[in-house]
Structure formats: C-alpha cells, structure tokens
T-cell receptor
Framework: ELKVEQNPLFLSMQEGKNYTIYCNYSTTSDRLYWYRQDPGKSLESLFVLLSNGAVKQEGRLMASLDTKARLSTLHITAAVHDLSATYFCAVDQGGSEKLVFGKGMKLTVNP | DTEVTQTPKHLVMGMTNKKSLKCEQHMGHRAMYWYKQKAKKPPELMFVYSYEKLSINESVPSRFSPECPNSSLLNLHLHALQPEDSALYLC????????????FGPGTRLTVT
C-alpha cells in the first residue's frame, strides 16, 4: 500500500528565510504533485513532477523529484507572508486513477 | 475555459433531506473525481469516473450516490446523511487518469444538521 509522508507537518518561519520541506513515499512512482490550500479554499496545483530528476520553479518555490530515493523536496526561498498556507504532496499509485495525499504541511510565515 | 465549477458553494441539510451537488468542467477532461475533506485533513477520495464510467468507489456509504450524465458533468446525490458527513466536498478533473495533474473545483461546504 502506498504511503506518503510529509515532513515537517507544521512550520513557522520568518519572512526572508529559506527552508526545505520533504515528501517521501513508500512505493515506486514517477509522478508527484504539489498542491497549495488556503484556509476554507480548494486545492491549487503548484507543481507536477513526472520523471526522475524533474525540477520546477515558480516564484519563491522550487520543487524536485528523486524517484530512486522516493523523495520530493519543496524549497522556499526568501519567504513572504503570502506563502502562508497548507501544502500537500500527492503521489499516484501507477496504473490506478488514484492519488494518495500526504497529511499536509501548514506553513506560517511571520513578518 | 480552464476551471472546474461546483454548485452550491454552501449547503445545509437535515438528515432526512435529499440534495445534490453538481460539478462541471469544459476542458475536455476524461476523468472526474469526488473528494471529501474534513478540517485540517487531506482530501479523501470517494469516487472516480473515467470516460463517464465509475472506475473507483472507495467503499463509500450508499447514502452518497454519484452520477456522471456526460463527460462534462458530475453529480453527487445525497440522502439520509449523518452529521459526521459535514465536510468540504471537492470535485476534480484531469485529462486522463493520473498522467496529468488534477484540477480542483472550489468545493461545496456541506453541513448536516
């Protein structure tokens, strides 16, 4: 059974700082997705990582995928308050139309 | 049109009521999904439709009944719900299966009284 773990689950950081969050998963998969969710809102797609070594960047966020280590990282550069949200990673089970989500990481960026 | 729409945004219903949630997309996506999300939890998959056929039912109680009348529309019929069914119900679509990202609608906030 595919399990997806995110680390840390809660992060409080200062504006301007950098940080990396982690998502690891238990079985082979080449496809990993990062989503953002603001309180009371829906999920917004951030990154789709479809192969080993994939790296994508959008603004202050950069995501990468290492399928051999079964690990994805989401790096935050020079955090700003607007990045405060919950971030989910999700992995598909390969051959099944199902995403397995991590528990989510709640990020708070303080001025 | 690059969005998934859901109606209503909010719904309050009694345990004896029958109501329906509606989801629509016009992106030509062939897979559509229903998720249930409780506060501070990840979304839980309920149903998947691929090419208008139900392909996954995650052992959801029969008081939830999905319907896919055509490739753009997905409904969730609700009957005899329990207070613990109160949650945010999210619809999503993707171009085909999970080769691509899922696009989520804004959700329906359901309260069962």
């Amino acid at each position: 059974e595919l399990k997806v773990e995110q680390n840390p689950l809660f992060l409080s950081m200062q504006e301007g700082k950098n940080y990396t969050i982690y998502c690891n998963y238990s079985t082979t998969s080449d496809r990993l997705y990062w989503y953002r969710q603001d309180p009371g809102k829906s999920l917004e797609s951030l990154f789709v990582l479809l192969s080993n070594g994939a790296v994508k960047q959008e603004g202050r966020l950069m995501a990468s995928l290492d399928t051999k280590a079964r690990l994805s990282t989401l790096h935050i550069t020079a955090a700003v308050h607007d990045l405060s949200a919950t971030y989910f990673c999700a992995v598909d089970q390969g051959g099944s139309e199902k995403l397995v989500f991590g528990k989510g990481m709640k990020l708070t960026v303080n001025p | 049109d690059t969005e998934v729409t859901q109606t209503p945004k909010h719904l309050v219903m009694g345990m004896t009521n029958k109501k329906s949630l509606k989801c629509e997309q016009h992106m030509g996506h062939r897979a559509m999904y229903w998720y249930k999300q409780k506060a501070k939890k990840p979304p839980e998959l309920m149903f998947v439709y691929s090419y208008e056929k139900l392909s996954i039912n995650e052992s959801v109680p029969s008081r939830f009944s999905p319907e896919c009348p055509n490739s753009s529309l997905l409904n969730l019929h609700l009957h005899a719900l329990q207070p613990e069914d109160s949650a945010l119900y999210l619809c999503a679509s993707s171009p085909w299966g999970l080769s691509y990202e899922q696009y989520f609608g804004p959700g329906t906030r359901l309260t069962v009284t």
